[in-house]
């Protein structure tokens, strides 16, 4: 085994099999590896499973393989590479620089090309749902009618769920109490309170409006307390996150380009996002279309404006809450804004910005807690390992809140706070700074200037 990770420092001319692909990995990227190691005790796959093939170093060991023609795209080559969480904890680690999460993003593409068949669930969630929020609002309405109706109660009791695949079990387990309105779809202008600061976009993207509408309302009385004109601009949707890490790369860029034309088109100075997974992909449009030179600059121009909405605050700089909270609160790092896009502190200066918030910090707050988009979805077992992992860094913490900046890690922790008998919440960041804030007395308002 030890002898395929000899250090190779000429690339050989890719192959492909047979296949065509339009964008493979970059070899100037895929031969950065120097195979220190040092990825290795930052991977969640590997610290749960003990494999080399199911760490960063030996996924990037299959990628020359298939690229040098020495293996094909077997399912056995290739189920390495889906049990990867993406949480690109390897890049920060990585003293060479490795941008393992492009390379995983083009080589599941290649996957899925090569496959040409997908399956009935990844069809009906890639191509009919999440790329069109109204066929999503039915959806989230008939999950509050499942739930209120009790039948989610006669299912979650019947032992129906064990009948069926685990993903669909976790699908359940994971669903947070669903609003019946879900967050305002219709273009909206919210006006500032007081003077003024800024103007900005916020994404309301695919699914967040939905399972976390409630967030998405707590962000917008934040960002308006702080002085922000809030626009929800027309003819936004999904980022295209979620199908970039599916290796629907085709689908991401149509999607982006969405979000492109009508971000840029709203007269902002900023787009803010609550969701570190859609932040991060936002970032990073400008890569999505490297290789198109007539939307590059538009996608450069948006993924400069885009900021997480802690980031932005802590930026601002935020108007601290007069009035406090007293509780006990530990951070979880979401993986795709404290490793994609290098944000720790900022989270952390919000959260000491609200008096009598007691922050305590976990040990590895940065490690996955096996959420990855849909990974706990697609790869149950394994996301549960991690998320075991996790749960007994919370439990340590005796914490009566676990706060997050991404809606899936506060899906997943939720579900690992009632699995393991914890108690407390799990919340985002602004959930609490908006707590503070209507404590102060009158609560500001989402109510809408004007539509768009």
């Not at 998320?387 to 809606?407: Q, S």
């Amino acid at each position: 085994m030890w002898e395929a990770f000899e250090v190779q420092t000429t690339p050989q001319r890719p192959v492909t099999n047979g296949f065509s692909f339009p964008e493979p990995p970059r070899e100037d990227d895929l031969y950065k590896c120097v195979h220190c190691g040092l990825c290795l005790n930052e991977c969640p796959t590997y610290l749960a499973t003990g494999l080399e093939m199911e760490s960063p170093r030996g996924r990037l060991w299959l990628m020359k393989g298939v690229t040098e023609g020495a293996l094909s795209l077997t399912p056995s080559v290739t189920a390495h590479w889906e049990r990867c969480i993406q949480c690109r904890a390897c890049e920060v680690a990585c003293p060479s620089g490795v941008p393992f999460g492009r390379l995983m993003e083009r080589t599941l593409a290649q996957v899925s090309l090569s496959q040409g068949r997908r399956g009935v669930g990844k069809w009906l969630a890639y191509r009919v749902l999440l790329p069109h929020p109204t066929l999503l609002r039915v959806v989230g309405r008939l999950g509050w009618a499942y739930q209120r109706s009790g039948l989610q109660w006669a299912v979650r009791h019947s032992g129906v769920l064990r009948l069926l695949p685990r993903g669909l079990g976790a699908v359940d387990a994971q669903l947070p109490p669903l609003p019946r309105r879900p967050f305002p779809a219709t273009p909206h202008v919210y006006p500032a309170r007081g003077t003024r600061r800024a103007r900005v976009a916020l994404l309301a993207g695919c699914v967040m409006p939905i399972t976390h509408g409630p967030t998405m309302e707590a962000a917008v009385r934040v960002l308006t307390r702080n002085g922000c004109e809030v626009v929800l601009p027309p003819a936004q949707g999904c980022c295209g996150a979620l199908h970039g890490h599916a290796g629907e790369r085709a689908l991401a860029k149509e999607l982006a380009w969405r979000n492109i034309q009508a971000f840029l088109a709203a007269g902002v100075e900023k787009v803010v996002t609550a969701s570190a997974g859609c932040g991060s992909t936002m970032k990073e449009y400008a890569e999505l279309f490297a290789d198109d030179p007539a939307r590059r600059g538009q996608a450069r121009r948006l993924a400069a404006m885009t900021m997480d909405i802690t980031e932005f605050l802590a930026t601002l700089p935020l108007i601290r809450p007069k009035t406090g909270l007293s509780l006990r609160v530990t951070y979880q790092d979401s993986c795709h804004l404290a490793h994609a896009q290098r944000i720790t502190r900022a989270p952390r200066q919000v959260l000491a910005a609200i008096p009598g918030l007691e922050l305590v910090e976990m040990k590895d707050s940065a490690h996955c807690c096996g959420a990855g988009g849909a990974y706990n979805m697609l790869q149950p077992e394994l996301s549960e390992r991690v998320l075991a992992a996790k749960m007994g860094n919370v439990a340590n913490t005796r914490a009566d809140v676990v706060a997050t900046a991404n809606p899936g890690c506060m899906l997943q922790l939720g579900k690992g706070l009632r699995e393991h008998s914890l108690g407390g919440r799990v919340c985002h960041v602004v959930d609490l700074l908006d707590e503070a804030y209507r404590k102060e007395g009158q609560p500001p308002t989402t109510k809408p200037e004007r539509k768009l």
